[in-house]
C-alpha cells in the first residue's frame, strides 16, 4: 500500500493545538493497526530550536538522535509511544542551508536558484524522506505557523504540490481553526473559520476536513454554516473542544470519529476498535486514590510553562502510576526568598537551563531540601547546582561554582570538559542524544532502575570535574551513575535521606503517559511517603 499523507494546517489565531490534534490523530489511527510518522515543518529561519530562548519558543526537546526539535515532537513521541528522530522536525533554517550548499556545489548547473522549484523540491524531498524512511502507513505533516503567514508559504505551496503528484487518492488536508463564541451575540463565530478557508484555497489547497478549537459544544448548524461556506461535507467538520487533560483529546476525537473519517477518506483499513488506553489515564487523572502530593517546580522560565512541559508531562504520568493528584507549582528561582515557608512542598524538582540567572535561588532550594529531609530530584543544570551546594555546605569549599557563572571560582566544580573548550559556537555543539550510563551496585539509582547499563538522552554542556570526585564522595556525595569508561558523572544521590537523586541527563524526555520514567515514578512515590507520613496536619517532618 502505498503511503498516505495528512496535511495539517491552522488559521486565524496560533497556538490552537495543531501539535495535540496532529499527535491525537496518530495516535487513533495507531491503535486502528496502522503504522504513522509525524513531520513538523517549522517556519522559522533558525537551523533547530538549539539556540531559542525558551520564553518565545519553550522547551527544547531532544531526540535519541541528538536533534533539538521543537516542542511539538515531545507531544508526538508521547502520544505514538514510539521515539522519532531528527528528519521528523524540518526547518526553514535546514531547507536553505541544504539549497544554498547545493547551490555552492554547483547541483543546480548554472540555473537561478529561486523558492520556486528549488527551495519547494527540498522540502518536498524532506517529506518523501521521512516516508521513505518509515514505510510508515501514514505521514502526518504539521505545517507551522498560521496560514496567512508570509513565512509559511513556500511549505503550503510544498504540500499543494505533494497532493498533485501523489494524487488526491493518496493525500488528505485537515484545517484547523477557531470558532469562538461571543456572550453580546450568546452564538459561536464561524467567519474567522470562512476566512482563514479563503486565504488557503488562494494557495490552492482546498481542506478535506476542517477541526474547530471551541470552548463550547459545536452546534448542527455552526456545522452546517461552514461546510456550507468552506465547501466541505458536513460531516466532515469536527470538533475539538478545550479539555481540562491533554489525553482527554484522543478518545473525544474518537467519539467524532475522526480517524473513521480520514481512514474512509484515504481508503484505509482500520482494524477493530478497542476501549482507548487514554480513557483510563484520564479517569485515574480526574479521580485518583492516594489523594494529592504537591511538588515545588523551581526554574527560571516558569512563567511560559510550556518551557517545561516536558517535566510537568512526566510529574503527571508518575501520578497516575502513584494514583495520586500531582499539584506542581512553578516556583521562580528568582524570588526564592529564605524565609519562604516549605511545609507544604511534598518534594521539590530542579529542572535544566542555562545562565547565571536565577542560580543561587536553584542552590538554596536544594540545601533546604537536603536539610529538611525533603525529597529532591534534580535534572541537568538541577545535578550541577546540587554539586555545587553540597561542596559548599557539606565540603567546605567557599565560593565554589561552576565556570559557567564564574569562570574565576577558585572550587571549579563544574567545569568544562576538553573536547568543549575548543568550540565556540552555541548550535548543536552540546553534548546532545542518546548516550549509556553504568549504575553502581547497592545504590539507589540501581535499585530504581533495575539495570546496570542504561541509556538516557543528554542536553548539556558543563559537566562535573574529576578533580574534585574524591573530595565530594569522602564526604557522603554517592556518584551512583557513570559513563562506561567512569569519566563522567552522570548520577547522583545522597544516602540516609528521603530521596535525593540528580541526574546529568533529561529523563523528561522518555516518559511516556502510559509507562513513566523510573526516576519520576520514584520520586513521586517518596512524595507520596512524605505526604502520608504527616499526615493532614501539613507539619514540616524535615
Known amino acids: ?26 495516535n487513533l489511527l495507531k491503535n486502528g493497526g496502522l503504522s504513522v510518522t509525524i513531520q513538523k515543518l517549522d517556519p522559522y529561519l533558525n537551523v533547530d530550536a538549539g539556540t531559542m530562548n525558551p520564553f518565545q519558543h519553550g522547551e527544547v526537546f531532544v531526540t535519541d538522535d541528538g536533534a533539538e526539535t521543537d516542542l511539538d515532537i515531545g507531544h508526538y513521541e508521547r502520544f505514538l509511544g514510539q521515539n522519532l528522530t531528527r528528519m521528523n522536525n524540518v526547518t526553514t533554517g535546514q531547507i536553505y542551508s541544504k539549497v544554498l550548499a547545493k547551490e555552492r556545489r554547483g547541483d543546480y548547473l548554472g540555473s537561478t536558484v529561486q523558492v520556486i522549484p528549488h527551495v519547494t523540491d527540498q522540502i518536498k524531498d524532506s517529506i518523501r524522506l521521512v516516508a521513505s ?68 484555497l488562494s494557495i490552492g489547497i482546498q481542506p478535506d476536513m476542517i477541526v474547530c478549537r ?17 465547501n466541505v461535507p ?41 476501549s482507548h488506553e487514554f480513557e ?40 497516575i502510576e502513584n494514583d495520586v493528584k500531582m499539584e506542581i507549582d512553578y516556583i521562580s528561582s528568582e ?7 516549605l511545609s507544604h512542598y511534598d518534594g521539590i524538582l530542579i529542572p535544566g537551563g542555562f545562565g547565571e540567572r536565577g542560580v543561587d535561588g536553584k542552590i538554596d532550594m536544594i540545601r533546604r531540601a537536603r536539610e529538611l529531609g ?48 575548543t568550540k565556540n559556537k552555541l548550535g548543536g555543539t552540546m553534548r546532545l542524544g542518546l548516550y549509556p550510563s553504568k549504575l553502581g551496585k547497592g545504590t539507589l539509582a540501581r535499585s ?38 567512569e569519566s563522567l558523572v552522570e548520577i547522583i544521590e545522597i544516602k540516609d535521606h528521603p530521596y535525593f537523586v540528580a541526574c546529568q541527563f533529561h529523563p523528561e524526555l522518555v516518559s511516556r503517559p502510559t509507562k513513566a520514567h523510573a526516576l519520576f515514578r520514584s520520586f513521586v512515590a517518596a512524595c507520596l511517603k512524605r505526604r502520608q507520613g504527616r499526615g493532614d496536619s501539613g507539619e514540616n517532618l524535615g
Do not use: W
Not at 500500500?1 to 491525537?24: C, Q, R
Open 374 to 421: 525533603i525529597p529532591f530530584l534534580g535534572l541537568c543544570l538541577g545535578l550541577q547546582c546540587a554539586v555545587i551546594e553540597f561542596a559548599r555546605h557539606v565540603c567546605g569549599l567557599e565560593g565554589a561554582h561552576s565556570t559557567e557563572f564564574d569562570n574565576q571560582t577558585a572550587h571549579p566544580v563544574i567545569d568544562l570538559i576538553p573536547d568543549q573548550r
Open 1 to 26: 500500500m502505498p503511503t498516505k499523507f495528512v496535511f495539517v494546517t491552522g488559521g486565524v489565531i496560533s497556538s490552537l493545538g495543531k501539535g495535540i490534534f496532529a499527535a491525537s490523530l496518530g
Open 335 to 341: 524570588d526564592v526568598a529564605v524565609e519562604m515557608d
Open 214 to 230: 471551541t470552548e463550547r459544544a459545536l452546534a448542527k448548524e455552526a456545522r452546517e454554516k461552514i461546510s456550507l461556506f468552506c
Open 234 to 274: 458536513a460531516d466532515m467538520v469536527v470538533e475539538s473542544r478545550t479539555r481540562r487533560f491533554l489525553y482527554e483529546v484522543p478518545p473525544a476525537l474518537e467519539k467524532e470519529g475522526a480517524s473513521v473519517k480520514v481512514a474512509r477518506r484515504l481508503s484505509l483499513q482500520l482494524s477493530e476498535r478497542r
Open 133 to 200: 524512511q518509515t514505510q510508515a502507513d501514514v505521514v502526518i505533516v504539521e505545517v507551522g505557523g498560521t496560514v496567512g503567514d508570509i513565512e509559511s508559504l513556500p511549505f503550503l505551496e510544498a504540500i499543494r504540490q505533494v497532493s498533485s503528484e501523489e494524487g488526491r487518492d493518496h493525500v488528505m488536508f485537515v484545517h484547523l481553526t477557531l470558532v469562538p463564541y461571543t456572550s453580546t451575540s450568546g452564538e459561536p463565530k464561524t467567519k474567522p473559520t470562512q476566512h482563514s478557508v479563503k486565504e488557503l
Open 280 to 319: 483510563e489515564i484520564v479517569e485515574r487523572l480526574r479521580s485518583p486514590r492516594n489523594g494529592q502530593v504537591t511538588v515545588g517546580l523551581v526554574g527560571k522560565y516558569v512563567k511560559l510553562h510550556d518551557a517545561y512541559i516536558s517535566v510537568y508531562e512526566s510529574l503527571q504520568h508518575a501520578g
Open 448 to 485: 530504581i532502575y533495575g539495570a546496570e547499563i542504561i541509556y538516557e538522552r543528554h542536553r548539556h554542556r558543563y559537566e562535573v570535574n574529576n578533580s574534585y570526585r574524591m573530595a565530594l564522595a569522602e564526604h557522603g556525595l554517592i556518584f551512583s551513575g557513570l559513563s562506561p569508561d
